[in-house]
């Protein structure tokens, strides 16, 4: 048996007192114990907030994104190690992969993310600029900057790595450094993966620790400038939500609680179609998956009235198929619950939830294969119909935290609608129906009570990833019982780490700020063109003003010709009168795109490489033959690039735009986005 371990502070700390016995899932056997005793709990803050969150803050999205990406390189290098220790925690083969392969990807999607949606900066400017006043010399931008504070994560027994991951990558790329509280029972596999990543000495002093056992008095030591997230019941998370020290100090808390989902079986999907037979595959996959030890578990099976009957069977047919035992036997589909504290819990919900209806799967004598029933934390999957669930609340009130699920029927879509809404908020639901009508009166009847929604046919199973799986883009979490929170999501996982700032000033002073060119803001213009200066010597809100032109009919006539493009208000004077926008024929808005880069453009070889975007086109004014425009070109912004072993240093240069014509009225309003060689 082994002796788990703390990091606190930099070191690996054995905790001292009583420890914790943690019991091997399959077999029964001790072995670990765990004890975070002795520790000191506001200096592990402290250390996370004077030593890792100023060495994090100091690098930009782009350098923490590159942290982020190696670590997970090498944690897919150890990955076999996890998974051997991850069958420990009863997990299948499968099972495994969504905890450990699927919290490491959850790193390298946040490291893409951190380089594509990110600046190279510390903070990130958020949305356009606000013109505050008339004329326009006062105006306000939004920055976005990391807490000076700790991120507390407090999470659940059932996916000891992805659940560490899945909160560490968006605080991390947000720049805030990170104690881990893993659920005791299975902190064994959190604490080896853990280890790898101190080893790999990839993160900066303080950017986390680890607490193996009890949180002890950690909560009472949090300030306004810290971040908790909690995932586990919703009593528990309430109960640390309403902490003194949270509230007083209004500490940002994200809690993501277990929850009732459904699955709801649209009226077309009758038996026989394609969509009943994917519901059915749904369900018992929900069902027998983690054994049934996921927050976003399918525990209530919403179906319509008639059809109560064919779901039951077809959904006997293949739980009698599930091999229950150990996973490490070929054939085993589905192993125990992670500790026999669990069987307990989860056998005394299902029995409350018996009261309700009528069982007609499990509950009685199953096979284990493999292993011994009494030993292991074993309990076979069951399924009740509640077929008054308008007059019983219990399937909608009862969590049974494993393999236990309930049907029940509904008359019309109204019906179907709310039941789901007794679920008083859920993670996610599901609706499988291939009619576009149903699901869109589906979606937004229940999407007020829903984190997350998944909808369901033949054209999407193939590569659909499952009513239970959440994704690093996608929020996760969900309103009411499910908690009131967010995680992931991409963006908003890590803003949620970040405190957004509204600033207002002069336009020149929010371009020193942020750098970043706010319209208004002063422009330097000189004799060198642009074009002809490296990444380095570009500055933000270099300006070119360049010369005019005046467009003819015979331009007009010759891009429609060239383009194909013969649309009506190019081509016919009296048409494009009687369409009330226009008085008469009009130039092509990207024949005036194209005719200012003629302006702007140094055709000579030099320091612009390529042309690769063109971002918030905006066509505000028409432009007529004999109209005369001439262009204004910006430095907006500038994010260096990493150079490949071989390949030439650049950057992106962003480019503000604005084409004018001669009464210097806006016709049109865009960034252009290059790529520009860097000084070797």
């Known amino acids: 048996m082994i002796t788990l371990q703390n990091y606190a502070l930099g070191q690996w700390v054995r905790g001292t007192g009583k420890a914790a016995t943690l019991f091997h899932a399959v077999t029964g056997e001790p072995i670990a114990e765990a004890s975070s005793g002795g520790l ?60 450990i392969e699927g919290g490491i990807g959850t790193f ?180 027998t998956t983690k054994a049934g030890q996921k927050c976003t578990a399918i525990r209530r099976t919403i179906v319509p009235a008639g059809m109560e009957e064919a779901v039951v069977k077809a959904l006997r047919a293949r739980l009698e198929k599930t091999v229950i035992g150990d996973p490490s036997v070929e054939g085993v589909r589905m192993g125990p619950l992670a500790s026999r504290g669990q069987v307990k819990d989860v056998g005394a919900a299902a029995d409350r939830i018996r009261e309700a209806g009528e069982l007609v799967f499990g509950g009685g004598d199953y096979q284990v294969v493999g292993a011994d029933r009494e030993k292991g934390a074993f309990f076979g999957p069951m399924l009740m119909v509640c077929d008054q669930p308008f007059s019983r609340s219990e399937p909608h009130d009862i969590e049974a935290f494993g393999p236990v699920n309930t049907v029940m029927p509904y008359r019309d879509l109204g019906e179907a609608i709310e039941l789901a809404k007794r679920g008083r908020g859920s993670l996610c639901g599901s609706l499988v129906t291939s009619d576009a009508n149903t699901a869109r009166t589906v979606v937004l009847g229940v999407a007020p009570f829903h984190g997350r929604l998944m909808v369901l046919d033949r054209t999407s199973a193939k590569e659909s990833t499952g009513h239970g799986s959440p994704l690093p883009n996608l929020v996760h979490g969900g309103p009411g019982r499910a908690g009131g929170g967010e995680e992931m999501g991409g963006v908003r996982g890590v803003l949620h780490y970040m405190q957004r700032t509204a600033v207002q000033g002069s336009p020149s002073m929010l371009t020193a700020i942020t750098r970043e060119w706010s319209a208004g803001a002063m422009q330097r213009t000189d004799s060198v063109h642009p074009f002809r200066k490296t990444f380095d010597e570009l500055e933000i809100g270099d300006t070119l003003l360049t010369g005019t032109r005046t467009i003819t009919l015979d331009d007009i006539v010759a891009f429609a010709n060239l383009s194909g493009d013969k649309f009506y208000a190019h081509m016919n004077d009296e048409e494009a009168q009687t369409n009330g926008v226009f008085t008469g024929r009009v130039a092509h808005g990207y024949f005036i795109v194209s005719a200012a880069a003629g302006l702007f453009v140094d055709p000579a070889l030099g320091p612009v490489l390529a042309n690769y975007g063109m971002e918030r086109l905006r066509f505000t004014k028409p432009v007529y033959p004999g109209d005369t425009i001439r262009v204004r070109l910006t430095v907006k912004q500038k994010t260096a690039k990493d150079t490949p072993d071989g390949g030439i240093p650049q950057g992106v240069v962003e480019w503000d735009v604005e084409v004018r014509n001669q009464h210097e009225e806006a016709v049109a309003l865009y960034s252009i986005l290059t790529l520009v060689r860097r000084k070797q």
């Open 40 to 99: 000191d709990f506001k200096a592990m803050a402290d250390h996370a907030r004077t030593v890792g969150g100023p060495a994090l803050r100091t690098l930009t999205f782009h350098q923490r994104a590159a942290m982020l990406k190696a670590m997970a390189k090498h944690l897919m290098e150890k990955k076999d190690a996890f998974y051997a220790l991850s069958a420990a925690t009863g997990a299948t083969k499968t099972d495994s992969w969504v905890d």
């Open 108 to 287: 390298f999607a946040y490291a893409s993310r951190g380089r594509r949606e990110f600046p190279n900066e510390t903070f990130h400017v958020e949305g356009p600029q606000e013109v505050l006043s008339k004329g326009g010399t006062f105006a306000g931008r939004h920055i976005c900057v990391p807490l000076e504070g700790v991120a507390i994560h407090i999470n659940a027994f059932n996916f000891p790595c992805w659940g560490m991951l899945e909160k560490m990558a968006p605080a991390l790329l947000a720049g805030v450094p990170c104690i881990v509280k893993p659920a005791t029972a299975t902190s064994y596999l959190t604490e080896l993966m853990f280890r790898e990543m101190v080893a790999a000495n990839i993160l900066p002093a303080g950017a986390i620790q680890l607490i193996c056992g009890s949180a002890g008095d950690l909560l009472s030591h949090v300030t306004e400038q810290d971040a908790v997230a909690f995932t586990g019941s919703a009593a528990t998370g309430q109960m640390l939500k309403e902490s003194k020290a949270v509230t007083q100090h209004s500490v940002r808390f994200n809690m993501e609680a277990d929850s009732l989902n459904c699955s709801i079986l649209g009226p077309d999907a009758a038996p026989g179609t394609e969509e009943f037979d994917l519901f059915i595959k749904e369900v018992v996959r929900e069902m």
